[in-house]
């Protein structure tokens, strides 16, 4: 049976790591202040001017039985590892995980199925080379605010994920016993 729901996928590009981890920090509030901290996913990332992109800052999920976000883990990391497959991650944020790498083949091929190809190429190309970025999936009833949040950003587009959270247990499930 599925348990589908369609969230909103902000992508933010910045001059600067400063400004994205700034943004990153008043989305973060925002969730804390609405005690929703439990449905905030996102991460930063830079993009080197050979075009490596490495997530410096992510959430950091709480943990929860039957969560959206297993190995604390999110869909905004699978966003990332689907568009960029050579992300670079922090050693703790993918030792963290059990089967990690396994996990984060589940949560970009979930992704990846909840979107469409235009969609994840458009927000592939919204971070250039040398810049900042700051992915944020969001319940679409937040969308307005997340964006609201997001004031330094220099470009910021907005495209839906669908996601099915029994779905994605599953996969997360299945890719920790590898």
Do not use: C
Request: proline share 2%.
């Amino acid at each position: 049976m599925s348990d589908f729901k369609m969230m909103a996928v902000y992508a933010a590009a910045y001059d600067s790591l400063d400004a994205a981890e700034q943004d990153y920090e008043a989305v973060k509030v925002l969730y804390y202040g609405l005690g929703l901290m439990d449905t905030f996913d996102a991460a930063v990332v830079k993009k080197n001017d050979r075009g490596r992109v490495k997530i410096v800052k992510k959430h950091e999920q709480p943990t929860r039985q039957g969560g959206w976000l297993g190995a604390g883990l999110g869909l905004a990391t699978g966003l990332l590892v689907a568009l960029f497959p050579g992300v670079a991650l922090g050693t703790g944020m993918l030792a963290a995980a059990t089967g990690g790498g396994a996990i984060l083949g589940a949560l970009a091929g979930h992704v990846v199925g909840g979107m469409s190809r235009a969609d994840l190429k458009d927000i592939g190309e919204t971070l250039d080379p040398g810049q900042a970025g700051l992915v944020v999936i969001a319940e679409t009833d937040l969308g307005d605010r997340v964006f609201g949040a997001m004031i330094r950003a220099k470009k910021v587009i907005q495209k839906q994920i669908k996601a099915d959270r029994k779905e994605l247990e599953k996969e997360i499930e299945e890719a920790a016993k590898e």
